[in-house]
């Protein structure tokens, strides 16, 4: 019974030890993606901000 117990206890502690691993590699997955997505944002960010500056520019030109 005592050996039974242990056992158990190897096989919950290595289930837990895979799962995590697993969660860990996701997290880092998860970080990448969030990084790339906030360049992606900044990126977009600044082209609308220059299509602003470059729509107010025109405003102010003569019109012919």
Do not use: V
Not at 29 to 57: F, V
């Amino acid at each position: 019974r005592q050996m039974c117990i242990r056992d158990r206890l190897i096989r919950a502690h290595q289930a837990l030890k895979e799962d995590n691993l697993k969660l860990k590699a996701d997290n880092e997955s998860w970080q990448h993606e969030r990084t790339r997505l906030l360049q992606q944002n900044e990126l977009a960010r600044n082209k609308i901000a220059e299509m602003i500056a470059r729509l107010r520019h025109l405003e102010q030109e003569p019109h012919a």
